[in-house]
């Protein structure tokens, strides 16, 4: 299926796209902090409308 070289590669590539992604996200944490504090309200709030539309449909059948 894929050669002995082609899974090296992507061995190698995977960790070192995780290991740039860490670096990144490390490097950026304050401004994360900063920019993007109760985020966690945007979830619940996304959450709720598709409950809320769940549930008309469901009454609505």
Do not use: C, E, P
């Not at 860490?22 to 598709?50: A, C, P, Q």
């Amino acid at each position: 299926m894929f050669s002995k070289g082609q899974l090296i590669f992507a061995v190698f590539f995977v960790i070192a796209f995780s290991m740039a992604m860490v670096w990144s996200y490390r490097k950026d944490i304050k401004v994360h902090k900063k920019h993007y504090k109760n985020t966690f309200l945007i979830i619940i709030g996304l959450f709720l409308i598709v409950a809320i539309f769940a549930l008309i449909t469901f009454s609505l059948h």
